[in-house]
């Protein structure tokens, strides 16, 4: 992000008036869509940096303008940490990334990365660009700071250490959640240690389909369920209650935690809780280091932790494996 390229050198450049670059730098509504494009483009190309802005611009790309769950719980402490360093946020959804090319950003925060992605950003990632709990392009070494994929390990231990022994494991889709393979292949080596039937005890499904794999979780009479979404849980929840299961008598019941809907179910549930404070807190010192001292933003991996409620049975004696 050099300072070297000035607005003239700018202007000469792009054949343009000074002023005409100054106005669309500054996003002034007295320039033509197309010559602010221009401008934009080649000033990110370049790696310019406005002189003297006090609040720096961060675009957040999102999925979609759906905030629930995940989301919902995340982008509160993004908001919370990136305004505590003087930033300004412009939430950009997926279906609208050309908007990147109508304004200046001084960098980009990405919570979805799909195939191609790569090539409507700036050309040459001139801004710094980080990604949150994403499988990004390796190739362009693209930073990714992520929740632990094998952090639903403690998860299962929890509910196994409490004598469960048939756990069901409700998965979201894989090819459209990042991390979701490498929790599926957690769950896999958790089954092969304790000998339960991998293919049998897990399902990928939408929050739509979960009457399905609560009919499965009957049928291989599971007791226990793991819902690997802020979403699941509370919905499985009331499918199983509805089903005349008992919880956690019948069968326990634990899932990613979420904002107050899990704490709010009756019994509250216990919960494998992302650690949306500290991702929000290196994601937005990691770009106010790239922006303001250039130092290039690196990748972090943040752990888990339980939120112990009221959804899973006490421990019972001699459950507990060795070494765990």
């Not at 802005?53 to 303008?65: C, E, L, M, Q, S």
């Not at 994929?149 to 998965?171: E, Q, S, T, V, W």
């Not at 090819?175 to 080596?189: G, S, Y």
Request: charged share 25%.
């Amino acid at each position: 992000m050099s300072d070297k390229l000035t607005i003239q050198k700018l202007a000469a450049e792009l054949s343009l008036s000074r002023s005409t670059v100054h106005r669309a730098l500054t996003c002034h509504p007295n320039v033509h869509p197309e010559t602010r494009r221009k401008v934009l483009q080649a000033a990110q190309r370049s790696g310019y940096m406005r002189h003297g802005h006090g609040k720096r611009n961060v675009a957040i790309i999102v999925p979609d303008y759906r905030f629930f769950g995940y989301l919902e719980c995340l982008l509160a402490e993004l908001e919370k940490e990136f305004h505590r360093r003087g930033f300004l946020i412009d939430l950009i959804s997926l279906q609208d990334i050309e908007l990147l090319g109508n304004f200046m950003f001084d960098g980009i925060l990405s919570l979805v990365w799909t195939k191609g992605l790569e090539k409507t950003l700036p050309q040459k990632f001139a801004v710094p660009i980080i990604t949150v709990n994403t499988a990004s392009n390796t190739l362009e070494s693209v930073p990714v700071i992520m929740s632990d994929p094998h952090g639903i390990r403690m998860a299962l231990d929890y509910l196994y250490n409490r004598g469960c022994r048939k756990i069901f494991y409700m998965a979201t889709l894989t090819k459209t959640t990042p991390d979701a393979i490498a929790r599926l292949e957690e769950f896999r080596n958790f089954c092969t240690e304790t000998g339960q039937v991998f293919e049998s005890m897990y399902m990928e499904t939408t929050l739509s389909g979960t009457g399905k794999a609560v009919a499965r979780i009957l049928e291989k009479k599971a007791d226990a369920c793991f819902c690997a979404s802020e979403n699941y849980a509370a919905k499985i929840g009331l499918e199983l209650k509805t089903a005349g299961l008992r919880i956690p008598e019948d069968i326990s019941l634990m899932g990613m935690d979420s904002f107050l809907v899990n704490e709010c179910f009756s019994p509250p549930i216990t919960s494998l809780r992302q650690n949306f404070e500290k991702i929000a807190e290196i994601a937005s010192e990691s770009m106010y280091q790239a922006i303001v001292n250039g130092i290039p933003p690196a990748g972090a991996t943040i752990p888990f932790r339980i939120i112990e409620r009221e959804s899973v049975r006490k421990p019972a004696r001699k459950s507990s494996r060795a070494g765990k």
